[in-house]
């Protein structure tokens, strides 16, 4: 907790701080009194969205207690110092995430300790209800359906109610918030949201709103399995359109929801086939108009009829057997030596050339190997599917190459090193963490993790990874 340097910082601002004690009768790290103002200090982070690119965001933490007056939230950008955005209690309602621009009157705001404090500043305010909620209370309404929020069973004051379940007419309901594929709405993919299955089996169906403009929303009651899978689909979508509001699915039965169709990204468009008229059925003679008389045969003229291929076997009656030749047999094919070209011997198959090992396995192999390690290449499950996995067995232990960055943050760069367990194979013993050089005169890092350590997603700290930085000997 970085209550250091906030009080270095307001006692610059020649401002009087002093630590304050909690549960224990310990001091806290994140309580300190600031003219005699009972001040909380959360630690931020920005963030980028790759929705909104040019917008930098500050995820803001409201605490579940009441007793502070200030909230000083600490941000650690990789490219500069330490910023602090003094925020009183009345301004903030929930967790939320605000743009730098939104912060900018609150950045090193420190002059408002020596300032008249109003009550209003200082009032501790909750939303008891998000806009999802008020949103699904306020259609109901028109379909005559009783709301029924569920409550929260600890002591805190906040939150009331769980703000992403909802009992809907008697059914169990999740809220889902769905985000456009693109802000701009001159954009072809800002007709197109994002869909997600639900993470758990509580609820019936699925309750989901896409914001029109700063005010609108349209909502989709939309029956559990009619989203299988995390997927993209437009708002023109035909299996979509059917669930736009309509509450009515509410009253159907269990046995009526089974046969939902699940919603299809792209549906496919059925196209009858043409049934052909007598009008406009084609016909080999072309259509003349009824003006033009038809053509007619000149008298003189014969019509021979269409000629008859006679076989060969049939005999002749004698009026026509003379004007023509006698039957001959059929010709036979007289034999003849077969020529025998020499043998020719054909340029041996060139081998393919080795498939070119990836940079991602080439160092870590070379560096292994240099500390005296033996080194061999793994097969995966597909053929030369090696590349994918990126595996190697290491002193005959299977060790999974997986390449990171360093995350830096704060004045003293701090490193953190983001680490995706969901990306690790179950017969993994040992991952070879693989940060590339950032120059070349310099040198690849390597942390060498026992599989044990990894239970889940994390950003590990310096302390936690720096024990197993070139690590190679827990390998032997």
Not at 1 to 20: D, N, Y
Not at 329 to 346: G, H, N
Request: aromatic share 8%; proline share 9%; net charge positive.
């Amino acid at each position: 907790m970085p209550i250091h340097e906030v009080i270095v910082e307001a006692q610059a601002h020649s401002l009087s701080v002093q630590r304050l004690t909690g549960y224990g009768k310990v001091l806290d790290a994140r309580l300190v009194a600031i003219e005699g103002r009972i001040c909380q200090i959360i630690r931020t982070r920005q963030v980028i969205d790759s929705l909104y690119p040019t917008a930098v965001n500050s995820a803001l933490y409201l605490p579940r207690n009441v007793f502070a007056d200030f909230l000083i939230y600490v941000a650690f950008p990789s490219n500069g110092s330490p910023q602090f955005y003094v925020v009183p209690r009345g301004a903030m309602t929930k967790d939320t995430m605000w743009s730098l621009k939104s912060l900018k009157q609150y950045r090193d705001a420190w002059q408002v300790f020596k300032q008249p404090i109003t009550k209003r500043q200082t009032e501790r305010r909750f939303t008891t209800v998000n806009w999802q909620l008020q949103a699904i209370i306020d259609a109901v309404k028109d379909a005559a359906l009783d709301v029924t929020l569920i409550g929260l069973k600890k002591r805190t004051q906040w939150p009331t109610f769980v703000q992403r379940r909802v009992i809907v007419g008697g059914r169990k309901c999740a809220v889902y918030s769905c985000t456009r594929l693109s802000p701009d709405p001159t954009a072809s993919l800002h007709n197109f949201i994002f869909l997600r299955i639900p993470t758990n089996t509580w609820a019936e169906f699925q309750i989901c709103l896409v914001k029109d403009g700063p005010n609108g929303y349209q909502i989709y009651v939309i029956p559990r399995g009619a989203i299988q899978k995390k997927t993209t689909a437009s708002l023109e979508n035909s299996d979509l359109q059917s669930y736009k509001g309509n509450w009515k699915l509410l009253s159907a039965s269990p046995s009526d929801l089974e046969k939902v169709v699940p919603i299809r990204w792209r549906p496919n468009n059925y196209r009858p086939p043409v049934k052909l008229s007598l009008q406009n059925r084609s016909s080999p003679i072309e259509s003349r108009p009824e003006t033009q008389p038809p053509h007619q045969v000149e008298s003189s003229t014969k019509i021979q009829p269409p000629r008859q291929i006679e076989s060969s076997a049939t005999i002749q009656p004698p009026h026509q057997a003379e004007s023509r030749s006698k039957i001959r047999p059929p010709r036979q094919i007289e034999s003849r030596p077969k020529i025998q070209l020499p043998s020719v011997k054909r340029p041996p198959k060139r081998a393919r050339p080795p498939k070119k090992v990836p940079e991602i396995l080439m160092k870590p192999m070379l560096e292994a190997q240099s500390h005296g390690l033996p080194v061999e290449l793994v097969r995966g499950h597909q053929p030369n599917a090696y590349e994918a996995n990126r595996c190697l067995i290491i002193s005959q232990k299977p060790c999974q190459i997986m390449q990171t960055v360093f995350i830096t943050a704060g004045k003293h760069k701090g490193r953190y090193v983001p680490m995706n367990g969901e990306a690790i194979e179950d017969w993994a013993e040992f991952v070879v963490f693989f940060v590339r050089e950032q120059v070349e005169s310099e040198k690849p890092t390597f942390y060498i993790v026992p599989r044990a350590r990894l239970i889940e997603d994390t950003v590990v700290l310096p302390t936690w990874i720096r024990d197993y930085k070139d690590a190679w000997h827990v390998l032997r």
